[in-house]
């Protein structure tokens, strides 16, 4: 468990020069209409399926 988490603090030290905002802000559109495409999914095999 401690290797692990060192293996992610160095990841995130070594990604932190390339998150700038616009990045961040793409990141978080695409996570978005993902969580929006999965639950109209859900919805759609909830009613008809």
């Not at 692990?4 to 905002?21: E, F, G, R, V």
């Not at 996570?31 to 999965?38: E, N, V």
Request: hydrophobic share 55%; net charge positive.
């Amino acid at each position: 468990m401690f290797v692990a988490d060192l293996i992610k603090s160095y990841i995130a030290n070594k990604i932190t020069q390339y998150l700038t905002p616009r990045i961040i802000a793409l990141i978080d559109r695409i996570a978005g209409l993902g969580l929006i495409g999965f639950g109209i999914r859900l919805l759609f095999f909830a009613f008809y399926g």
